[in-house]
């Protein structure tokens, strides 16, 4: 049986890693089957090889391998440009426009691809983002904590900030945030708090959180119940589900 | 008839499938917020959402400091919901001079059926001295014990335990937790061990995580488990809903197992 609700994952990917995780998947294939099993219609997806190896490899792969796949659409890494290793922002705009790139995400942390995720690294990057409106992408471990959030609003308050990969103990910091700024989402597949999505919905509305799974890192069922289980109504489920994220996409201008 | 996985597509509550929770808590906890307060009532309601039939419980404020005041708590949801509740008698090591009339205050009062540790919480390892009379409790009565079990020391700790005490029932909370490889060498306890279970009650469980779990050890020692609320049930029970395992394999996970080690003789968990 098909879900009542249309899904579109905001936070997959493929690809071989490093460690791989007992019973996790890697190829393609597999993830079409699982977004098949869990209902998914369509995802978001970046290549494992943009976030444990190089981005400029990764992003070529990943268009390369999906360009067939009308239900999986391309998500880039990005990485400052300043040591030559990646392209300049009007390069990656030309480049983002050429394959049909309307998404990026950033792997910032010291364990990943460790530079600094400030403004001196990146303002370039984050002022693109704003001017054409590209959601950004980012899991919380890369950013450094919560913390980063207020200042990344703060300095870009035009940029659509997806924090993914964030924790079900953040509210005591979240819910300030969200009062404070108008300009970032929450993706669902960490946000795990008793009753966390009706809380949300509540007091900030539904149009603060997008569907994730971030699978295979993640369990992609589970995400999927967060919503339908949500003591939500339907209307908010299907904005959570999909018609958030469409309506930022949407708003994406090359 | 509708499949199990059918439910959690629509987000219907589980019908057909009594399900059994082994692992809850109850009330606030100090380091992150719990919406609501995460009352029995709030708890109960959100059952009745998801379909959850009973669920097994131990306090916050019992593996927090103040295991008396939460075993109370306790025995107030039993007291108002018998049907729903099961009680998990929660002891802290550090207080070994008392565990004996706490576990004999707790067990006379009817729908306590199994103690709780969570040695990490209080500063403990599984296998500590102090929790002696505990063990001989559960061996005595063949009882399970649900402990936090999160990374290698933790899991070591139960494979010592587990032959100590034959007929005690040790439920590995997490599966071992941490990453893959405390679950692997959990996974190893689980097989060599007739008397060790371990539950799903993860916050960030990898994609595959219940389907490699029934692969390596098969559906009848995995239990069903969502720490609420300590995080809400319903991604737990969507993870196990929309398993690529078998339905029969689903309601050992959802019940059978459950019903047979906390000894809940209704006909209905026999099926």
Redesign the interface.
Known sequence: ?????HFFDCRASYGMRC?R?????YRKEDLLR?MA???IDCALVYHSLSKEYDPMVGNHVLCREIKDDKNLFPVWAVQPHYTGEFDTPSKLLEDMKANGVKALTMFPAPSSQNFSFAEFTCGEIFHMCEEHQIPFFVDMDQMGGIAAVDWLCAAHPKLPLVVTKV??????DLYPLLDKYRNFYIEVS?Y????????ICERFGAGRLIFG?G?????????????????ITDSE?NMIASGNLKKLLGGVAL | MMKIADYAKAGLPIKDVPIIDEHNHLGRWGAFYVPGGGTIDQMVNRMDQVGISKICVTAHASIGPDYVYGNNLVMDALKRYPDRVIGYVTVNPNYPEDMQHELDRCFAVPGFRAIKFHPECHGQPVDCKGYEAAFEEAEKRGCPILIHVWGDDAVRAVDGLAPRFPHAIFIMAHMGGTDGHSMEKAVDVVNRHPNVYGDVALSRPTEGNIEWLVKEIGSKRVLFGTDMPFYDPSHVIARVALADITEEEKKDIFYRNAAKIMKLDNPEYRK
């Open positions: 049986m098909r879900s009542a609700y460690y995780a007992p019973g996790s998947f699982k099993d869990y209902s924790n079900y103990r953040i509210d005591r960490g795990k708090p008793f009753e966390g999505i009706k809380s799974t699978m295979p890192e993640s369990a992609g069922g589970a995400a999927v119940g967060l919503v339908t289980y949500a003591d489920k």
